[in-house]
């Protein structure tokens, strides 16, 4: 098992600056991969960044430039840092991690909203 808690979230003016933090406790050394992804009102849940085993990561299109993920092993933290935010941006923001072995699973924190006002 494979507990996450984020913190972080709030309410910003659109080109300011929001750090999301996601603390995982638990069986931590078989998390293969971290990442977020986020929900908009009446939208589908999509991936916003992740970061595998090894430092390959992934960001999608819409916030390549303006997020970085990091991960720090040594306190069991990943990071989303979330520059030039866009009211588009405006979601709630899930810490994820990726469990493969010995088998498959997902595992989801609670979930942090952000606000992103014109």
């Known amino acids: 098992q494979v507990q996450l808690v984020e913190s972080g979230g709030g309410l910003v003016q659109a080109g300011g600056s929001l750090r999301l933090s996601c603390a995982a406790s638990?069986?931590?050394?078989?998390?293969?991969?971290m990442g977020w992804y986020r929900q908009a009102p009446g939208k589908q849940r999509e991936l916003v960044a992740d970061?595998?085993?090894?430092?390959?990561?992934n960001y999608a299109d819409s916030v390549k430039g303006r997020f970085t993920i990091s991960r720090d092993s040594a306190k069991n933290t990943a990071y989303l840092q979330m520059n030039s935010l866009k009211p588009d941006d405006t979601a709630v923001y899930y810490c994820?991690?990726?469990?493969?072995?010995?088998?498959?699973?997902?595992?989801w924190g609670q979930g942090t909203q952000v606000t992103v006002s014109s």
């Open positions: 994820t991690a990726l469990v493969t072995a010995p088998m498959v699973n997902r595992y």
């Open positions: 638990g069986s931590i050394a078989r998390i293969n991969s």
């Open positions: 970061i595998r085993s090894g430092g390959f990561i």
